[in-house]
């Protein structure tokens, strides 16, 4: 039975979180923020900006033609699209009219978006470009739910379809009066069990499922962040990332609803310059663009003379320091502090320059980041703050927080968020910001959670610090034939460090031993054989040659030294391509698609493995690709 402290706690509690109803918080920044920048976004190759009040009065008028096109309460309306402020506006439209925002990435195929549509039955579809498009008229007269197709791009050109269209800029200008009463009074009704969205996961394994939030998890993600980070008005984050993920969107909304100015990147590839551009004082990123950075930097600094090799390595040094007296270590001496100075002066502002210049810190997710790798960022002086979380905990479960960060942590749990370790080591969480569940999937639901406890399928463990470490993706686990287990991520987080490889992925599954398919970064390697004098007339000749495999051969063995013996690659294939999302290999959030991978490389695979006897014999690492 509750007591009457508990239930005045929970009322207390319920009103803290009705206050942050996402619908509430961006009408309250409309209101005071008025006049300041909401929105920046690139069109014809220059950035323009969105005034708050510019973007009350579109997303108003946007709202009420969602109600001319007959979308009611917690109808689904589909978003099919690259990032743009359109992105946002319709995104904010239909949480005024309390519908349910169903992302598509824009790199999904047009099978992949029909079977959204359709399990999600959305009645709107927004598209972002003429790709996007054209996926659909592929599938429209299979997406019986569909009544309405609202075309982003000006540019587009339509086809003739039994369902209407138009273009976004006309339902904005709809004239739509007639339903000034009724949006109003559906904002006044929000409340916090409505359905906010349906996340489709990536699918690594299995069908996407929708994973169902609402605006109760959003205001807990809300409260929990606003309670750890200082962040608000005079900051300016930069959406490289797809607003259909989760962490993206989930990072946007929270930072339209404190007030900050949001730069929308529709083409990720650009991010670098964007970053020079719009000099964003936040970021969030995954484990590959942080990897990718430490990359490019180390191949500049070991073609470098030895005295500025030496003068590099001296600079990060001070920059450790600084990190670790930030984090709870010995405060700096003054000799430090002046010795801090000048590396910074010399090396680490210049380094920071290639963020932009005003970086305050980066949220990283979606995977474990290379310890190596996250130093070198603390060490520079950008602040990463490493966190764990999941579509069906509405992002966030952990994170870094400035003053307590560990390089070999996935950070601190949320306030209000429970972490206990079940059994094989699983990480189990509890909280306001887990889902309500998957769409239409009752047993998949049940499936996941234990006595209220969301089973995240990671395993870890929680240190005196109250730290939590992630070990190991228990579906992911390879298991070799000598019954050792491997970490794939592990391996191929730690062989990623090495500046010629762009990608990797490892095989050991039911293996004697592990392999791995390296896709080289070719920019780094072409200039390495420029260098060495090899002549080669393509890709495929270049990776074939006995002096590119013999070289790495050596960087593998130097980068996998931290490895046990068991974990390190003992033979791999050069491929002459990336791995790519349009081939199905890569998930939009840029995980490896390992199944098909494995499907698609089967005979390279194959050939790794028939050489076992020369592998043996200890004289090759490689298998010619």
């Given amino acids: ?89 319709a995104d904010l439209a239909a949480t005024q009219v309390r519908a349910v925002v169903v992302p ?20 709107v579809i927004f598209v972002g470009d003429q790709e996007q498009y054209d996926k659909l008229i592929k599938v429209v007269d299979n997406c019986a739910s569909l009544t309405q197709i609202v075309l982003m791009n000006p540019s587009i050109t339509t086809h003739d379809l039994s369902i209407s269209q138009c273009y976004f800029d006309e339902a904005v200008k709809l004239e739509s009066s007639a339903f000034n009463e009724q949006l109003e009074e559906r904002i006044e009704h929000a409340n916090l069990d409505d359905l906010l969205t349906l996340i489709y996961t990536s699918g690594t394994t299995g069908e996407p499922k929708g994973v169902m939030l609402d605006y109760r998890n959003f205001a807990s993600t809300t409260s929990q962040h606003a309670q750890v980070l200082d962040y608000g008005k005079t900051d300016r984050s930069l959406a490289f990332l797809p607003l259909s993920h989760v962490f993206e969107r989930g990072w946007t909304l929270y ?24 000099k964003p004082t936040v970021m969030c990123a995954v484990p590959r663009f942080y990897e990718k950075v430490y990359s490019a930097v180390a191949d500049k600094v070991s073609n470098a003379p030895a005295n500025k090799q030496r003068l590099f390595a001296w600079a990060l040094a001070q920059g450790n320091k600084r990190f670790v007296a930030e984090n709870g270590g010995k405060p700096l001496s003054l000799l430090s502090k002046l010795q801090l100075a000048l590396a ?46 999941l579509t069906e905990t509405t992002a966030t479960v952990t994170c870094g927080i400035p003053g307590a960060i560990s390089i070999k942590g996935n950070g601190g749990v949320l306030p209000q968020t429970q972490v206990k370790i079940g059994n094989n080591d699983e990480i189990l969480v509890k909280g306001d910001t887990v889902m ?53 991520q592990r391996v191929e987080g730690m062989v990623g460090r090495e500046p010629l490889i762009e990608q990797v992925a490892i095989v050991a599954d039911a293996r004697n031993y592990v392999s791995a398919l390296i896709v080289p970064a070719f920019d780094s390697l072409e200039a390495w054989a420029k260098e060495k004098g090899i002549e080669y007339k393509d890709k495929l000749e ?71 006897k020369q592998l043996v014999g200890g004289k090759s690492l490689s298998a010619r690709a």
């Fill in 436 to 488: 309500k569940g998957y769409y239409n999937r009752p047993q998949d639901t049940a499936d996941v959670f234990e006595d209220g406890w969301f089973k995240t399928g990671d395993a870890g463990y929680l240190d005196e610090k109250g730290q939590l470490h992630i070990t190991d993706r228990l579906k992911e686990l390879m298991k070799t034939s000598n019954g050792k287990y491997i970490a794939p």
């Fill in 104 to 123: 598509i990435y824009p790199t999904n195929t047009d099978e992949q978006a029909a079977y959204i549509v359709n399990d999600s039955q959305a009645k």
């Fill in 344 to 389: 910074d002066k010399l090396v680490l502002s210049k380094l920071r320059q290639v963020l932009g210049g005003n970086m305050r810190f980066m949220p990283c997710g979606g995977a474990k980041l290379d310890d190596v790798v996250h130093e070198f960022f603390q060490s520079i002086g950008i602040t990463l703050m490493c966190g764990y979380g």
């Fill in 1 to 89: 039975m509750c007591t009457l402290k508990n239930i005045s706690l929970e009322l207390v509690v319920e009103n803290s979180l009705s206050d942050l109803h996402l619908v509430k918080l961006i009408q309250s920044r409309i209101t005071d923020c008025a006049e300041k920048p909401a929105l920046s976004y690139k069109e014809k190759g220059n950035w323009q900006t969105m005034l708050w009040s510019e973007l009350g009065v579109q997303a108003s008028s946007l709202a009420k033609a969602l109600i001319k096109f007959d979308v009611n309460v917690q109808d689904k309306v589909a978003i099919f699209s690259q990032n743009s402020e359109k992105w946002v506006l």
């Fill in 542 to 612: 270049l990776i074939q040659h006995s002096d590119v495999l013999e070289h790495f051969e050596r960087r593998l063995k130097e980068v996998q030294q931290e490895l046990a013996n068991f974990e390190q690659v003992k033979k791999f294939t050069l491929l002459p391509r990336e791995f790519c999302m349009t081939r199905g290999e890569l998930t939009p959030t840029l995980k490896l698609r390992r199944k098909v991978i494995n499907q698609r490389f089967a005979e390279e695979i194959d050939n790794m493995y028939a050489r076992a």
């Fill in 255 to 278: 930072s339209l609803g404190q007030g900050a100015e949001v730069g929308l990147l529709d083409d990720p590839s650009q991010v670098q310059s964007a970053m020079a551009e719009f």
